[in-house]
């Protein structure tokens, strides 16, 4: 992970992939991207908490600096999203972190999270 700035179209490829993971799935996705006050883990999950709807909300947290990244989900997100999904996620951000496509390893994390966590549609019959 570069360390630096990103540039205002990194960031507009970021906010571009936020939008359509929020159109997929219908829950509330944000990306901080800077330096963690003090533990990156609790940090992170001290912003979700932050966040305007918390429980249906996901939140990434990336710190170059320390090489951290944490995903912290909503209680609502959880029912559709599964831990393992989670995890499949972050192995493919942190594998394009490792090769320097930070910007790319967001967009490709962010629309995997999305993807899993778009609501199963149930069918109820009628007895």
Do not use: N, W
């Given at each position: 992970?570069?360390?630096g ?6 960031r507009?490829?970021?906010d ?30 001290a912003?979700?908490?932050?966040l ?12 170059p600096?320390?090489?951290?990244l ?30 320097g ?27």
């Amino acid at each position: 992970m570069a360390a630096g700035e990103l540039t205002a179209r990194q960031r507009a490829e970021i906010d571009r992939a936020i939008r359509s993971a929020e159109q997929t799935c219908r829950f509330e996705f944000s990306v901080f991207r800077g330096i963690a006050q003090g533990d990156p883990a609790g940090y992170a999950r001290a912003l979700h908490a932050a966040l305007v709807a918390p429980s249906h909300s996901v939140l990434i947290l990336v710190d170059p600096t320390v090489r951290a990244l944490e995903v912290v989900t909503g209680a609502d997100v959880r029912r559709h999203l599964p831990d393992r999904e989670v995890e499949l996620a972050v192995l493919a951000m942190q594998s394009a972190f490792a090769e320097g496509d930070e910007v790319g390893g967001l967009k490709r994390g962010i629309a995997m999270l999305a993807e899993h966590a778009v609501p199963q549609q149930t069918l109820h019959a009628e007895a």
